[in-house]
């Protein structure tokens, strides 16, 4: 059980364009669900806080504009990364809080995005 | 808000020999541990948390203690195997479920056959 999935796992993209990552919780439903950011040898930052039928909270430094979130349904959210640039070439990954309601985050397998 | 130190950023040992990883942290409100062990390129797995009201917790060969006098939580893996190689994050998060969960910088653990 908790098993968190992404898609697409990589994308490549030019730059200026926009790239849609999605993540779903696929045996639980999760009302929040966590979006982070992971360069080379670095660890996860978080990025934004996703929560179903709201808006997202987004960490500072986080562009809202660029970083678009959406959590429709208790299942699935979204990211989409708009008028991407070479910067934004990381390896995207989703968390969703675990069933029980606890502190428990089950991760997803993560996305590599690499913008040319 | 929570920062969380980790030490040692790389760690190798012998295959058999135990690795032993440290952490701290600085908001006495958090009362939730995770580990986290990442493989090259895929997502963080949960392999054993720890709660503010237990001292230590065992799962086989992986062990996590807490000290929240002192704020310093450790990971011990007994008998490494090679495929215990990988970066292992050490994690803490507050009481409420919408509270962040922060990680630490992670170590790399190569674990020599």
């Known amino acids: 059980g908790a098993v968190v999935s992404q898609h697409p796992s990589w994308v490549i993209c030019k730059s200026g364009t926009s790239v849609k990552i999605e993540c779903r919780s696929l045996d639980f439903q999760a009302t929040t669900m966590f979006w982070y950011r992971q360069f080379p040898k670095q660890s996860l930052m978080l990025m934004a806080t996703s929560n179903e039928g709201s808006k997202a909270t987004y960490e500072q430094g986080v562009e809202k504009d660029k970083f678009l979130i959406n959590h429709a349904s208790l299942t699935l959210s979204t990211l989409t990364v708009t008028s991407a640039h070479p910067e934004d070439s990381s390896f995207y990954i989703c968390s969703a809080r675990g069933p029980s309601g606890r502190n428990e985050q089950f991760f997803g397998p993560g996305t590599r995005l690499t913008v040319l | 808000g929570e920062n969380v130190e980790q030490h040692p950023s790389t760690l190798s040992v012998q295959e058999g020999d135990s690795a032993v990883i440290k952490c701290t942290y600085s908001d006495s409100a958090s009362n939730y541990f995770p580990w986290y062990k990442q493989e090259l390129g895929k997502g963080p797995q949960l392999i054993i948390d720890i709660r503010s009201n237990v001292g230590e917790k065992k799962d086989q060969r992986i062990a996590v203690t807490l000290n929240k006098t002192a704020k310093h939580f450790s990971l011990h893996i007994t008998e490494t195997q090679p495929e215990d190689s990988a970066v292992y994050f050490c994690?803490?998060?507050?009481?409420?479920?919408?509270?962040?969960?922060?990680f630490g910088p992670g170590t790399s653990l190569s674990v020599i056959p």
């Open positions: 994690a803490a998060t507050g009481k409420t479920s919408y509270d962040k969960v922060i």
